[in-house]
């Protein structure tokens, strides 16, 4: 009996330690394609009005908890600056909008001065700025197996619960008119974890710009809610460019965080 209890956990822990090396494939970024660009937008940094970014010193477990995934990124200071990257990146795939960076026009306009050359100011035909009104993350589980399991012992099942509100509004700067206004949200429980692909690189996974805190949840409600506003974007102010919608994911099994 101890044999077969310990050539199950051998069994286990190479499983484990080969999980490592599992390829998953990357999915598409699921927002509506255009033809050809329409408009040029120019995406301002998204600022974080929620308690969790206002509260200096946290109190409370749930927003110290939102400390520490955050703590290598910035912190949650930092986290709009995050979002606004991510949704700067679900606009460009649309393809619907020129993207105006006035960062590296400026840039380039000092570099190009040198040699007397000039810069064509960029046109902007519609200013994007929204607020985060909604940064929750709180941590739940407990303990699986309790030591039945050689070599791996006890394995900790946790279970994270993340949700981000967003607001956002297109200005006509020109006009000063908003074109468009409307609030945003997701959370981890009801959203659908088959919206992205797992692996790293240019894609849906850890790094490329999709990536803004160290815990799966929250970077999935975050991509969650940067898509739901690319396309709602590109519906409202492009609409007659679109030529593909995403298809809308299946409804897939919330996978648990297995530490």
Known sequence: MKRGLFMLGFSLSIAFAQSGDTKTTERQIPVVKCSEPTYSIMVMELDCKANACQ????????????????????????????????????????????????????????????????????KVDYVVSGSITALELERSGGALGGGLIPIIGAINVRKDIARIGLEVNVMNPQTL???????????????????????????????????????????????????????????????????????????????????
């Open 55 to 122: 509260q200096p010193n946290p109190g409370t477990p749930h927003i110290a908890y939102i400390y520490e995934v955050l703590s290598g990124t910035g912190g949650v200071r930092g986290f709009g600056k995050g979002m606004t990257a991510m949704l700067t990146n679900a606009l460009k795939a649309t393809n619907c909008f020129r993207i105006v960076d006035l960062e590296q026009y400026e840039k380039m306009k000092r570099l190009l001065e040198a040699t007397g050359q000039k810069v064509q100011p960029p």
């Open 177 to 259: 008119e908003i074109a468009f206004s409307n609030s945003f949200d997701a959370n981890s429980e009801k959203s659908s974890w088959g919206l992205f692909g797992a692996g790293a690189g240019g894609g849906f996974g850890a790094g490329g710009g999709w990536s803004v805190s160290k815990n799966m949840s929250l970077d999935m409600v975050a991509r969650d809610v940067v898509v739901q506003v690319a396309n709602s974007l590109a519906e409202k102010l492009a609409g007659n460019k679109i030529v593909e919608r995403p298809t809308p994911p299946k409804k897939e099994e919330k996978s648990q965080a297995v530490d």
